[in-house]
C-alpha cells in the first residue's frame, strides 16, 4: 500500500496576529517551521471566513492520522471479506472504496 508523503508527526495550528492585534490567518507549524497558510478570501466563487480558513487548517492537521486509520478500517474489512462474515454493517460498508481514497491520498 502507498505511503503517506506529507508532512509527519505532530502538528499544530496556530494564529497570525496583525500590529493591532488582530487575528489575520491561521497557520500550520511543524517542529517551529510554518509548513502552510490557511486565510479568509472573500473574493473566490465560494468565500472563506475566518471561520472556515481554522476548520481548514485542523482538518490538514489531521490528515495523516485520518489516512492511518481509514487504512485500518480498510484491513478489517479485508479480513471480514476473507472470513465470509457478511453482516449488516459489513454490507454497507463495502459499498465504500477505502482502497481508491487511500490510494488518491499517497500519490502525488
Do not use: C
Amino acid at each position: 500500500m502507498n505511503e503517506f508523503k506529507g508532512t509527519k508527526g505532530r502538528l499544530a495550528v496556530k494564529e497570525a496576529i496583525g500590529p493591532r492585534n488582530e487575528l489575520l490567518y491561521y497557520y500550520v507549524q511543524h517542529k517551529g517551521n510554518s509548513i502552510a497558510d490557511f486565510s479568509p478570501n472573500p473574493y473566490t466563487e465560494i468565500p472563506t471566513s475566518l471561520e472556515s480558513a481554522k476548520a481548514n487548517a485542523l482538518i490538514f492537521t489531521k490528515a495523516h492520522e485520518m489516512l492511518e486509520m481509514l487504512k485500518t478500517i480498510d484491513q478489517a474489512l479485508d479480513e471480514l471479506w476473507q472470513k465470509d462474515d457478511k453482516n449488516v454493517l459489513f454490507d454497507y460498508l463495502s459499498g465504500i472504496d477505502t482502497k481508491q481514497l487511500i490510494k488518491e491520498a499517497t500519490e502525488i
